[in-house]
């Protein structure tokens, strides 16, 4: 299977890249809904680039791992579930569910230290 990348057009700048699978509409969609929703945070989003990896551990299926970065006015944000087994999941959505759940906490994370930054 080869690399594939699709840019969509929500209103975050967005790229999904799938690494070892075929691109996937419906978790693209589930990705781009939660970016979105990273707009809630109240920092400012700039672009996010998503990597859905496929690999296969000898005794197993797919283990899907996550890889993220955001940009903001305020810096950069990753999350990977690369090395992380309890963050590489047999289910993709899941896989992203987890890495979107910890982007969120750290974009939120970066949120309040700008806020009490400026407030200090």
């Given at each position: 299977m080869q690399e594939t990348e699709t840019e969509t057009t929500a209103k975050v700048p967005l790229q999904v890249t799938y690494?070892?699978?075929?691109?996937?509409?419906?978790?693209?969609?589930?990705?781009?809904?939660?970016?979105?929703?990273?707009?809630?945070?109240?920092?400012?989003?700039?672009?996010?680039?998503?990597?859905?990896?496929?690999?296969?551990p000898h005794n197993r299926g797919h283990v899907f791992n996550v890889h993220a970065v955001v940009r903001t006015p305020h810096g950069e944000v990753v999350v990977s579930n690369d090395n992380d087994p309890k963050g590489s999941h047999e289910d993709a959505y899941l896989a992203v569910r987890d890495a979107m759940d910890s982007l969120h906490r750290r974009v939120q994370e970066l949120r309040e230290k700008n806020l009490a930054r400026r407030h200090s």
């Open positions: 690494r070892g699978m075929d691109r996937s509409e419906a978790l693209e969609e589930k990705i781009s809904e939660r970016v979105e929703k990273l707009t809630k945070t109240g920092e400012r989003i700039l672009d996010a680039h998503i990597s859905v990896e496929a690999s296969s």
